[in-house]
């Protein structure tokens, strides 16, 4: 019966992009055409060496060293004593959803991991990259890298709080389990690992061109706020969502629930590079605890640590907006204004006495 339900919504879903492609080819075209340029410039350059080096450091001897910071907190905490999932969630947080997917994967394959301890690893290793957040959400959407650190730093806590939480839920005897027998060990290698990083490159580039092709078509169908139109992208890719969040008031606080809750594309994108067997149950039921704890976590340093954002501003224009001048700019400012005022008082001497100054005449 379940499968009879989701058959029907994937069919009314096909039939629903069909009758967008034919009706609205114009704004269709055009976000296939914005997704494929995201790919383009920034998908393919930031994760595909991360997916290659992330395989091959989870699969080599230096998977069981390397995140030696984060083994009290893997073992004690969550519970898992593979020296190889601390390295699995280092990487994760530096590359992101989609590096997380695959390591978390490739040490449950071999035997490393049980499912119920994937499930609490993939909860706070899943999230968006330092990179992505910081330069992209931070920098070049709200215009302070400091907002954008503020924000994986809360998102990153919340994750930790989260997987630490899901350590006391009960788990089902087939959640237990290694790894059933029908699994053969994989051989991994620098070959393999390129393969399977094309292969991931390929799964996420066509999750971004759809969503973002969807959410062009169905934003010209409907006229919404600046608002609305931010919820709706970011309910379908989180990076639209993000972009359009940065001209709404509040914009930082926004962004972090939007990070924070992932989107569809970045969910689909996990279930289709992690393992089949691997559940992803966990990881979409602590969304509203981990959206919660990231908003207040966020908001809580901005109001420890107030820092400036760019905002939408109805002031008069005749505001006058201070700064500060850095220490090595304001030294050169000194020292050229002295030379200025120096070459002005010789000048006043001159004028004052012109006698003294003056050349001597020859008489002939």
Same mark, same amino acid.
């Given at each position: 019966?379940?499968?009879?339900?989701?058959?029907?919504?994937?069919?009314?879903?096909?039939?629903?992009?069909?009758?967008?492609?034919?009706?609205?080819?114009?704004?269709?075209?055009?976000?296939?055409?914005?997704?494929?340029?995201?790919?383009?410039?920034?998908?393919?350059?930031?994760?595909?060496?991360?997916?290659?080096?992330?395989?091959?450091?989870?699969?080599?001897?230096?998977?069981?060293?390397?995140?030696?910071?984060?083994?009290?907190?893997?073992?004690?905490?969550?519970?898992?004593?593979?020296?190889?999932?601390?390295?699995?969630?280092?990487?994760?947080?530096?590359?992101?959803?989609?590096?997380?997917?695959?390591?978390?994967?490739?040490?449950?394959?071999?035997?490393?991991?049980?499912?119920?301890?994937?499930?609490?690893?993939?909860?706070?290793?899943?999230?968006?990259?330092?990179?992505?957040?910081?330069?992209?959400?931070?920098?070049?959407?709200?215009?302070?890298?400091?907002?954008?650190?503020?924000?994986?730093?809360?998102?990153?806590?919340?994750?930790?709080?989260?997987?630490?939480?899901?350590?006391?839920?009960?788990?089902?005897?087939?959640?237990?389990?290694?790894?059933?027998?029908?699994?053969?060990?994989?051989?991994?290698?620098?070959?393999?690992?390129?393969?399977?990083?094309?292969?991931?490159?390929? #799964?996420?580039? *066509?999750?971004? !061109?759809?969503?973002?092709?969807? %959410?062009?078509? /169905? @934003?010209?169908?409907?006229? $919404? =706020?600046?608002?609305?139109?931010?919820?709706?992208?970011?309910?379908?890719? #989180?990076?639209? *969502?993000?972009? !359009?969040?940065?001209?709404?008031? %509040?914009?930082? /606080? @926004?962004?972090?629930?939007? $990070? =924070?809750?992932?989107?569809?594309?970045?969910?689909?994108?996990?279930?289709?590079?992690?393992?089949?067997?691997?559940?992803?149950?966990?990881?979409? %039921?602590?969304?509203? @605890?981990?959206?919660?704890?990231?908003?207040?976590?966020?908001?809580?340093?901005?109001?420890?640590?107030?820092?400036?954002?760019?905002?939408?501003?109805?002031?008069?224009?005749?505001?006058?907006?201070?700064?500060?001048?850095?220490?090595?700019?304001?030294?050169?400012?000194?020292?050229?204004?002295?030379?200025?005022?120096?070459?002005?008082?010789?000048?006043?001497?001159?004028?004052?006495?012109?006698?003294?100054?003056?050349?001597?005449?020859?008489?002939?």
């Amino acid at each position: 019966m379940k499968k009879l339900f989701s058959g029907w919504i994937l069919g009314l879903l096909g039939c629903g992009m069909g009758v967008l492609i034919l009706t609205l080819p114009v704004p269709t075209l055009e976000g296939i055409r914005q997704g494929l340029l995201l790919c383009y410039r920034q998908v393919i350059p930031s994760l595909f060496p991360f997916f290659v080096a992330s395989s091959l450091i989870v699969s080599s001897p230096l998977s069981q060293w390397l995140g030696c910071l984060l083994i009290p907190y893997t073992k004690f905490v969550l519970g898992i004593p593979s020296r190889r999932a601390a390295t699995a969630l280092l990487v994760s947080w530096l590359g992101g959803f989609a590096v997380a997917a695959r390591s978390i994967s490739q040490i449950y394959q071999e035997g490393e991991i049980t499912p119920s301890q994937s499930q609490r690893l993939m909860v706070c290793a899943v999230g968006s990259s330092p990179a992505f957040v910081i330069n992209t959400v931070g920098l070049l959407f709200l215009g302070s890298s400091k907002l954008g650190l503020r924000i994986w730093l809360a998102h990153l806590v919340a994750s930790l709080i989260c997987a630490m939480a899901l350590r006391f839920v009960p788990t089902s005897k087939s959640q237990k389990s290694v790894k059933p027998a029908s699994v053969a060990p994989p051989s991994f290698g620098l070959a393999s690992a390129i393969q399977g990083a094309v292969q991931s490159i390929l #799964v996420v580039c *066509g999750f971004v !061109v759809f969503f973002r092709a969807l %959410g062009q078509s /169905l @934003l010209h169908l409907m006229e $919404l =706020s600046p608002l609305a139109q931010a919820i709706l992208y970011g309910t379908l890719e #989180v990076t639209s *969502g993000c972009q !359009v969040a940065s001209s709404v008031h %509040g914009a930082a /606080l @926004l962004c972090a629930a939007l $990070l =924070s809750g992932q989107s569809l594309s970045v969910l689909l994108q996990v279930k289709a590079l992690l393992h089949p067997l691997l559940s992803m149950g966990w990881l979409i %039921g602590i969304r509203p @605890l981990h959206m919660l704890l990231t908003v207040g976590l966020f908001q809580a340093s901005c109001v420890l640590w107030p820092v400036s954002q760019s905002v939408a501003s109805t002031l008069a224009p005749q505001v006058i907006v201070t700064s500060q001048t850095a220490p090595d700019v304001a030294l050169v400012v000194f020292a050229m204004c002295c030379v200025v005022l120096s070459a002005c008082h010789s000048g006043c001497k001159e004028q004052t006495h012109p006698a003294k100054n003056r050349p001597p005449v020859i008489s002939s």
